[in-house]
C-alpha cells in the first residue's frame, strides 16, 4: 500500500514518522479555502481539499490530509500574512483561551474509500508584554496563530488541555483510530 501525506509540515512528517509509519511526501498545492464558518467544518473540508488534489494525481494511492487553525473570539485564525498580521494575532490570542481544530482526511479514490474528522483541543495564552509579543511576531509565519507549542524558546501557550499533538499540527491519536478505522472499511 503506497501511504502518502498531502503536506510538508515538518512537524506533521516527524509525528507520522513518529509511529513507524513508511509513506511519500507529496505536498497538496490547493490554495486553502473555504467559505465554512464553523472551525470543525473549516478545518474538515480543508484536509478533504488537500487529500483530494492528491489523490487526483495519485488515485491508488493512500493519502493523507491534515489541516489546523485556530478558534478565538469569534474569529477563525488561520497562518499570518506578514510579520504586522502574526502580531495583531498574537495580540488577539494574548491571555485568551482559544481552541485549536485539526481536521484529518484518509482518503483512497481506487477504493473510492474516504474517512474524515477533526480534533479540538484548548489552549490558555500567557499574558506577555508588548515587547514580548513583537519578540514573537514573525517568528512562526507557518503555523495557525503564529505560535509554536513545540519550540522551547516559545513561552506563549501556558496550558493545553486535550491533545497535544492536535496543537502540534496533527492529532496522533485520533489518526491512528481513523486509520484503522479506514483500514476496516
Not at 507520522?16 to 497538496?28: R, V
Not at 511576531?137 to 524558546?153: F, L, R
Request: proline content about 4%.
Amino acid at each position: 500500500m503506497q501511504l502518502v501525506l498531502a503536506s510538508k509540515s515538518p512537524r506533521r512528517i516527524a509525528l507520522l514518522k513518529g509511529l513507524g509509519m513508511k509513506f511519500e511526501i507529496i505536498p497538496s498545492q490547493n490554495p486553502e479555502k473555504s467559505d465554512k464558518k464553523r472551525p470543525a467544518a473549516r478545518a474538515k473540508e480543508l484536509a478533504l481539499q488537500k487529500a483530494f488534489d492528491v489523490a487526483h494525481k495519485y488515485p491508488a494511492a493512500v493519502v493523507i490530509g491534515a489541516d489546523t487553525l485556530v478558534y478565538c473570539k469569534g474569529e477563525i485564525i488561520g497562518k499570518p500574512k506578514d510579520k504586522a498580521d502574526a502580531l495583531r494575532i498574537l495580540k488577539k490570542l494574548n491571555g485568551s483561551w482559544q481552541s485549536v481544530y485539526t481536521g484529518v482526511c484518509v482518503m483512497n479514490l481506487q477504493e473510492q474509500k474516504i474517512l474524515f474528522g477533526h480534533e479540538v483541543s484548548k489552549c490558555k495564552a500567557r499574558k506577555l508584554s508588548e515587547e514580548e509579543l513583537l519578540h514573537l511576531a514573525g517568528k512562526h509565519m507557518d503555523k495557525a496563530g503564529a505560535y509554536a507549542v513545540q519550540d522551547t524558546e516559545d513561552p506563549f501557550i501556558e496550558r493545553i488541555v486535550g491533545s497535544r499533538t492536535n496543537v502540534v499540527g496533527f492529532p496522533v491519536e485520533f489518526f491512528q483510530k481513523l486509520f484503522k478505522e479506514f483500514l476496516a472499511l
